[in-house]
């Protein structure tokens, strides 16, 4: 296990924790191309909607591709799991088409600023690929997939192993926010609201698009500078 550096304070930098679906990535957007490649195989969008929710039901809320594909196949026994997986892969492998425009920029904002940049999402192997094809993952210094839903268990490693003064941690899920608020209530928590979704009564901020988190870190470093 990587120690945390032994850097002052002073010279800490900033870190930027991120989550990647509806922050970095558009899920929504994804998993209407996703729905549209399984109706090639008679998989109707109800049929695709109830067996989607159905495996969240069962892993606790993440998304696990394996279980997904089970669930319809059982449904339509002459589908075969393997093509769907096959099928599937072909469309993460596209994973970069379906960042937010804003997205990259930021990161390189971050890397030029000395902000430090970390990646927590909730997720299997799918996720892992969804990530590693995106193009993103050399702006990390550190990202963890996780099973855990609330993110804590990923968060409190990343804080505990990346030299940093002050961590934002920004997410699309109330949920997710209030429970890092309740366990982790020194992290600061920004709630990326890019569509019109619940919002989370405990978060720091809330902003539509990542030029609301730049304003957020420009006020950090005034504020430090003062």
Known sequence: MRKKQSVSRAVRPLLCVLDFDGVLFD????????????????????????????????????????????????????????????????????????????????????????????????????????????????????????????????MRIVIRTVAHRQVVFVDDKPAVLNDIKKKLPEVYAVQMRRHTQEVSEQTDARVHSFSGVKKIFHAIETKSAS
């Open 27 to 154: 899920d929504r957007t994804f998993k209407k191309a996703h729905q549209k490649e399984f109706r090639r195989y008679n998989v109707s969008s109800r049929l695709y909607r109830d067996t989607y929710n159905e495996t969240k039901q069962l892993t606790g809320g993440r998304y696990a591709s394996s279980i997904h594909y089970a669930l319809i196949s059982r449904c339509v026994p002459l589908l075969s799991r393997a093509l769907l997986h096959k099928k599937s892969a072909m469309l993460v492998k596209q994973s970069r088409r379906y960042l937010y425009a804003d997205a990259k920029p930021f990161l390189r904002w971050c890397r030029k600023s000395g902000i430090a940049l970390a990646l927590v999402s909730t997720g299997s192997s799918f996720q892992k690929k969804k990530v590693s094809t995106s193009g993103l993952a050399p702006f990390f210094g550190k990202i963890i997939v996780t099973k855990d839903v609330s993110k804590v268990a990923g």
